[in-house]
């Protein structure tokens, strides 16, 4: 029966061990693998004198990344890391790796992004590559437990649309039979009418949007952490969400200290900061930073993370012309035509959106008509608010801007499986 590597190491006596050859060394009269399986890595010691000539000769031949069984005895040994190594009595090539490798995928890789995920299966091969991967799933799962714990709902929803959800352009236009459809640009329109009935609701849901610019934080595939609350007004979503992010970034400090280490991430708690978009506005002018008029410029957010590291910031009371037509207008001290609308940034990116929605249907129409969008497009989704919806708030957090803010990560493509950008459409 297979044991895991991890596992080896509280054993004794005979084990047999399944699988990849990280790396291998010849001594001349003693020669080394390094075998990896997903839990961890063991060095295979074939001295000539004390292993058979058929295993000697084999283990010279074995390419590195090709996968091994192997039935070996286990011994106490100084020298190999983690204290243990494997003398190898029987082994089995299960899929031999063709040389040479199209990609280095060493511990010191020097490969290029854009190489690696051509080939991204090989790359999955690496540690660090893993980590990364591992610590995306503790993140979903984590996400899941505190909605749960909260009261939410897990829901679905349809990606295929038939009009924009937001009005803008960006959208993947597809054939639907005899009729044009949309791939979703967000689940919004749904999630809001779920909150309607349901009250709590969230989904990680795919969103595509067909953004022409290709830049380090953009995806045209990207994954989002969708939150909707009836009966909410914005600051109590923002605060689920504060909640929301501090627990999945103490899971991952908790469950991921490995991966956290091989990444060489110190991960901290984040801190939680409040300021209306007019504070935000002055706080850059005083640090002579553009701002930006109706939303917040990539210098403010990036100086906003310079200003308040290892913090999200939620800008609120944000001008209601700089949000879309589904966000709640409300009026400022002086008359400032304002919003419940806000934006979280985390180490200089927004990762977040979100705000107070309107459930008014005529308020909804008046909106739709000021941003030049037709309220007969979204009929179903404005009559959804006629027969008894109450007040709600909500917010979408991008999966891989999250992950690349909290890991300080440069580019989203590093922390996405397989990523679809302008460029790439494979694998
Ligand atoms: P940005 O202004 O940064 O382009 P946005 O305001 O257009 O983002 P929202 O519609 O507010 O994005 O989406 C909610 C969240 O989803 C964003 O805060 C971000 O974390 C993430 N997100 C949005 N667009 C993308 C994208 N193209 N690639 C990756 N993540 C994205
Ligand atoms: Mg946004």
Redesign the pocket.
């Known amino acids: 029966m297979r044991t895991y590597i991890s596992e080896a190491f509280d054993k004794k006596g005979k084990v047999e061990l399944q699988g990849w050859v990280h790396d291998s060394r010849d001594l001349g009269k003693i020669r080394f693998l390094v075998l990896k399986d997903i839990s961890g890595r063991i060095q295979i010691t074939a001295h000539k004198e004390k292993v058979s000539e058929e295993i000697f000769k084999l283990v010279d031949k074995i390419t590195n990344e090709s996968v091994i069984k192997i039935v070996g005895s286990l011994k106490e040994s100084k020298q190999a890391p983690g204290g243990k190594e494997v003398i190898p009595e029987k082994i089995e090539i299960i899929a031999k790796a063709e040389q040479p490798l199209p990609i280095d995928v060493s511990d010191r890789s020097k490969t290029e992004l854009p190489k690696r995920l051509d080939y991204r299966f090989l790359d999955l091969h690496r540690q660090k590559i893993q980590a990364i991967f591992k610590i995306e799933s503790t993140l979903m799962q984590a996400y899941r437990e505190f909605m749960i714990k909260e009261g939410g709902i897990e829901a679905v929803f349809p990606s295929i649309i038939s009009s924009s959800s937001e009005g803008g352009t960006e959208l993947f236009k597809m054939k639907y039979f005899e009729k044009e459809a949309y791939l979703s640009q ?1 689940c919004q329109l749904y999630k809001q009418m779920l909150a309607c009935s349901m009250e709590k609701v969230f989904t990680i849901f795919c ?1 595509w ?1 067909a ?1 022409k610019h290709n830049t380090v ?4 595939e ?1 994954r ?1 952490l969708d939150y909707e609350e009836g009966f909410a007004d914005e600051f109590k979503v923002m605060d689920v969400l504060a909640r929301c992010v501090q627990y999945i970034v103490k899971e991952i400090k908790d469950k991921r200290k490995e991966e956290l280490e091989l990444l060489e991430v110190k991960l901290k708690i984040p801190k939680i900061k409040y300021m209306t978009f007019a504070e935000a506005c002055d706080l850059m002018k005083k640090h002579k930073v553009h701002a930006g008029k109706d939303d917040l410029s990539t210098e403010a957010e990036k100086k906003l993370g310079e200003l308040y590291p290892d913090t999200i910031v939620f800008v609120h009371d944000w001008p209601i012309i700089g949000k879309p037509f589904y966000i709640m207008p409300k009026e400022g001290k002086k008359g400032e035509k304002l919003s419940g609308g806000f ?1 979280a940034i985390y180490n200089g990116v ?4 979100g705000g107070q929605r309107v459930h008014i249907p005529e308020l909804l129409e008046k909106r739709l008509r000021e941003k030049g969008l037709k309220p007969k497009d979204f009929k179903s989704y404005i009559d959804s608010f006629r027969y008894g919806a109450p007040h709600h708030s909500g917010w ?3 999966l ?3 992950m690349t803010q909290m890991l300080g990560i440069a580019n ?1 493509r590093e922390v996405t499986l397989f990523p679809r950008d302008r460029d790439r459409l494979t694998p």
Do not use: F, K, M
């Open positions: 967000s969103v949007r953004e934080r953009h995806l045209n990207a989002q934006d927004e990762i977040s959106s979408g957090v991008g891989e801007r999250l989203i």
